[in-house]
T-cell receptor, first 112, second 107 residues
């Protein structure tokens, strides 16, 4: 009964590959997010999305794209993976745009 | 623009000593501030929300609008408090996180 779940937990892949990370929340929240935590533990928002609006952090390369099949899911697709994409990616959700965030356990992506 | 500043990247205290993790923010309106904690290789969890004015796990944080600060405090640190702490601000319907402070409580 995990509130925000991500799969896979670990992902090791080679440069140039395309990969996806899945996220599901069972909290009935309206807004979902993707965050990137780099090796220095800096946490940066990549996307926020509800059924009305996708907000993209302008620093995120367009190789990254969120896909939301429904309100409970927000998947992250990454094309042409690069070494610098190695990080921990956290999915999160919130009831509204101004509510506390609930995070998933993270996906540790390693690009070799 | 940097909206949340955590000046200390690393902080070490001895068990039983008081601890204060600093957070300053830049925001002209009425901010809504949070503290999140991340234990080793775990998810970020909400620790405190300033509007709640609660004490969670012995931690408190007071919003000081004059100093634009929201420092996290605990009078007696415990080993299990060792973790990464993030201060966060909601602005324009977006969460902005500080760079985090890694707290180590020395036994």
């Amino acid at each position: 009964d995990t509130a925000v779940s991500q799969t896979p937990k670990y992902l090791v892949t080679q440069m140039g590959n395309d990969k996806s990370i899945k996220c599901e929340q069972n909290l009935g929240h309206d807004t979902m997010y993707w965050y990137k935590q780099d090796s220095k533990k800096f946490l940066k928002i990549m996307f926020s999305y509800n059924n009305k609006e996708l907000i993209i952090n302008e620093t995120v390369p367009n190789r990254f794209s969120p896909k939301s099949p429904d309100k409970a899911h927000l998947n992250l697709h990454i094309n042409s993976l690069e070494l610098g994409d190695s990080a921990v990616y956290f999915c999160a959700s919130s009831q509204t745009n101004n509510s506390p965030l609930h995070f998933g356990n993270g996906t540790r992506l390693t690009v070799t | 623009a940097q909206r949340v500043t955590q000046p200390e990247k690393l902080l070490s205290v001895f068990k039983g000593a008081p601890v204060e993790l600093k957070c300053n923010y830049s925001y002209s309106g009425s901010p809504e501030l949070f503290w999140y904690v991340q234990y080793s290789r775990q998810r970020l969890q909400l620790l405190l929300r300033h509007i709640s004015r609660e004490s969670i796990k012995g931690f408190t944080a007071d919003l000081n609008k004059g100093e634009t600060s929201f420092h996290l405090k605990k009078p007696f640190a415990q080993e299990e408090d060792s973790a990464m702490y993030y201060c966060a601000l909601i602005y324009g319907n977006q969460f902005y996180f500080g760079t985090g402070t890694s707290l180590t409580v020395i036994p």
